[in-house]
């Protein structure tokens, strides 16, 4: 009995846990359109599915048939078997979905808690078979695979269906407004907007207020009864208020068809999904208590009782679970990468690609294109001017930079919302199973695609990343059908002892991917705060690039310095620390690079000193950081195969030149940041002291090794000291150089 109150104690923390771990992934549902079109602060977008969620989870229809006898057929099982699957359940989707989380890959808890049930059943099933010495033919018995195959198929059918109908409609909807979005909006912009409105509602209705236990059975049929009436008289009257708001407040319309499926999806996610969640160990709670009422042991006590019987969850367990998951929404850093990944996919323009291209990507693009050659033959030269025409972007004003523009428009945005709803409300009215998941962001690829989204510069990567997202989602149903299979089997066979030891282990799991994924988001964050100063308005652009190399300067005159006296001393934590530092600076030069050209297309023709700055800038940090990487590699290398130098006077030379090049890292820093009181010649000076001095060595090194023969090792390391350190003082006297040249030609006059 004790061990008993133990497991469900466990279920219902996890159940906890769950719901955060869950909603971190499932947020990508309700929240890629709102973020991605930029239609409100993210303050604003939070708060309106935080609002969603809580309401959501209060009118919630309660717990969903797979985790009481859509996988399963749980009258074959007894009380002990039971929990041992649902704790394999709850064990395994934890730890399935918090590496998606990390990963930032949306996947579908609906699928994830079917294979989960199924995998650990099936094993369970086959366990208690064997030990009641039944044949073989009755291990089939224990799992309900029509209800499960239905499920399945109705899942991943909706995907191709989602895909194409937002292909499809946000093809049409691009044609009829165009990417001038604000030429039609006065015109039609009301009337598409209340359409949208009403689609919502209709969502709402169905998807939404579905066999919730807040409104009673006649008001349910009512609404149901009267759905077309209610539906003409929504677009009626939201068509109306939101043509006054138009003229009268200046409201884009569009923006609050956004807001309102943000809601609506975050309310229908709370009100459904929210069971994916909780819905097994609130069943487990419930069958301890009727087990527990029962006086029959628990492995004799069979779960007749979850066949007969609806399982409802308590409404103050739905608040308390709508709460949890609105805390997470508003605090979770794992939430927030998954919706990056959704909205780097379908963003409109250019950017940074997280994904790599592979075979599959380049096969799939090159054949698009083909096909576009064929069929630009067939389709008549007026038609595809007309097209052209409605897919024609904006032009960029000039001189102007843009580092945070929306991922797409409100247009896209609205569509994405509207179909999603459509699609998951006649599912639901049709019983029809499929992933809120895999809904939302197929419906985003098809209208990312439609809108040409992927061009020639992105596609390769774009399609990589839809593909890496959807095989996770068959990644997703094997491991979590297998994982839960092996974990059903050591809390079988290791009884309490395993139990104890397994959930440990995944507590412990948990605790540390959360530190990692703690200091990975630091490092990004790190990486992000390097280009922050190009948002800064009251510096013109030649100052931010020479604010960043200035900061670029400094991180790896501090990396310098800690090589050599690694070096020095033979600190391998030292060259540790500098060999990551610089890591995370080629990484900054490769985004840096990335950020100069898009920048360089903004620019005036007649901007030479500008664009200069632009593309030199970000040429010496990646100079520099790769002459100082070589150097960290090769001192690294040596003293962590615990070679050691034995030239004394080599290590005094490297005391000389670090103070040196100390002095020299300084010099250049000052007269990046107080440019007006430099002059390059006192610079030059310095930098032919520093030259000498190493040219000067570097000979007498060659000297050496001719005369005294050290390891060819040793020798390597001792020459590339000094090649490499004469490349980058040659790169920091040419940084000094240009920014002194290019603020006395700004002198008379402010480039902004």
């Known amino acids: 009995m004790d061990f008993f109150i133990f497991v469900i104690g466990i279920l219902l923390l996890l159940a906890a846990i769950d719901l955060i771990v869950g909603v971190s992934n499932d947020a990508v549902n ?67 979905l918090d590496i998606f989380n990390s990963l930032g890959l949306p996947t579908s808890t609906t699928v994830s808690i079917i294979f989960e049930l199924l995998g650990s059943s099936l094993m369970a099933g086959i ?17 309900n695979f029509e209800s499960t195959h239905n499920i399945v198929s109705g899942i991943f059918l909706s995907v191709l269906i989602a895909f194409t109908a ?6 049409f909807c691009r044609l009829l407004f165009t990417f001038q ?27 939404g207020l579905k066999g919730t236990t807040i409104l009673t059975k006649e008001t349910s049929q009512w609404i149901v009864d009267n759905t077309w009436a209610i539906l003409c008289a929504i677009f009626v009257v939201s068509t109306l208020i939101l043509l006054v708001m138009q003229r009268t407040m200046k409201v884009n319309p569009m923006k609050i068809v956004v807001l309102a499926g943000t809601f609506s999806l975050a309310m229908a996610f709370a009100g459904n999904d929210l069971v994916n969640f909780i819905g097994v160990p609130i069943t487990g709670l419930l069958a301890y208590q009727n087990w527990s009422a029962s006086g029959i042991p628990a492995n004799e006590y069979y779960m007749d009782y979850l066949v007969g019987n609806d399982v409802i969850v308590p409404n103050y367990m739905l608040l308390i679970s709508g709460v ?13 990468k998954v919706t990056e990944t959704e909205v780097s996919l379908g963003r409109q323009d250019e950017g940074d690609e997280r994904f790599k291209p592979n075979a599959v990507s380049r096969s799939i693009v090159n054949s698009s294109l083909t096909f576009s050659k064929i069929f630009g033959i067939i389709i008549p030269t007026s038609l595809t001017q007309r097209y052209n025409t409605s897919f024609e972007k904006k032009k960029l004003k000039e001189a102007t930079i843009t580092q945070d523009a929306p991922a797409f428009d409100l247009l896209r945005a609205s569509v994405n919302l509207v179909i999603a709803s459509i699609i998951i409300a006649w599912a639901t009215s049709n019983k029809l199973p499929l992933s809120t998941t895999y809904v939302s962001f197929m419906v985003a690829m098809g209208s990312s695609l439609a809108d040409k989204a992927w061009g020639r510069e992105s596609a390769v990567y774009r399609v990589a990343g839809v593909l890496s997202v959807i095989g996770g989602w068959f990644i997703t149903a094997l491991i979590a059908f297998s994982v839960s299979s092996i974990f059903a089997l050591i809390l079988y066979k290791g009884g309490q002892t395993g139990t104890i030891i397994l959930t440990t282990i995944v507590f412990a799991y948990l605790i540390v991917s959360h530190i990692r994924f703690s200091q990975k988001e630091k490092k ?51 060259l540790e620390l500098a060999n990551k530092t610089l890591l995370d600076l080629e990484e900054h030069s490769y985004n840096l ?19 200069q700055a632009i593309v030199l800038s970000s040429d010496f940090i990646q100079d520099l950081t790769q002459s100082t990487k070589f150097l960290s590699d090769e001192a690294l290398f040596y003293i962590k195969n615990l070679h050691t130098i034995t030239d004394n006077d080599f290590l005094k030379d490297l005391e000389k030149l670090n103070h040196k090049m100390e002095y020299f890292f300084n010099l250049i820093l000052v007269s990046l940041e107080q440019t007006e009181h430099e002059d390059f010649e006192n610079i030059r000076k310095e930098r032919n002291k520093v030259r000498s001095f190493i040219n000067d060595n570097l000979d007498l090194q060659i000297f050496n090794i001719n005369k005294e023969k050290p390891s060819t090792k040793e020798g390597v390391l001792q020459t590339n000291v000094f090649l490499q350190s004469r490349d980058i003082q040659a790169v920091l006297t040419r940084i000094s150089k240009m920014y002194l040249k290019l603020y006395e030609e700004r002198m008379p006059k402010t480039i902004k």
Do not use: C
């Not at 937002?166 to 093809?171: H, I, K, L, R």
């Open 30 to 96: 309700f929240l890629n359109s709102a973020i991605g079109s930029r239609v409100a602060s993210y303050r604003t977008i939070i708060l309106i599915a935080v609002a969603g969620i809580i309401i959501g989870s209060v009118f919630s229809s309660g717990i969903m048939e797979i985790a009481r006898k859509g996988v399963f057929y749980p009258q074959h099982f007894t009380f002990e078997v039971i929990l041992i699957v649902f704790l394999a359940v709850m064990l395994t989707d934890i730890v399935l």
């Open 127 to 143: 366990l208690f078979s064997i030990a009641k010495n039944e044949s073989i033919n009755d291990i089939w018995k224990y799992i």
């Open 166 to 171: 937002g292909a499809m409609v946000q093809y």
């Open 181 to 207: 979005i604000e030429d039609k909006l006065n015109k039609i912009g009301a009337s598409f907007s209340g359409a949208g409105i009403t689609s919502i509602v209709y969502f709402l209705l169905i998807k």
């Open 324 to 336: 949890i998951m609105g805390l997470t929404i508003w605090f979770s850093a794992k939430a927030k």
């Open 524 to 574: 990004s964050k790190k990486n992000k705060d390097r280009l922050k100063v190009l948002e800064n308005e009251d510096m013109n652009t030649v100052q931010k690039y020479q604010s960043l190399v200035s900061g670029a300067i400094s991180e790896i005159a501090t990396s310098y310095n800690m090589i050599l006296n690694g070096l020095i001393s033979g600190d391998i934590a030292k």
């Open 593 to 611: 690079r990335n950020n100069s050209i898009r920048y360089l297309k903004s620019l005036q023709m007649n901007d030479k000193q500008t664009a």
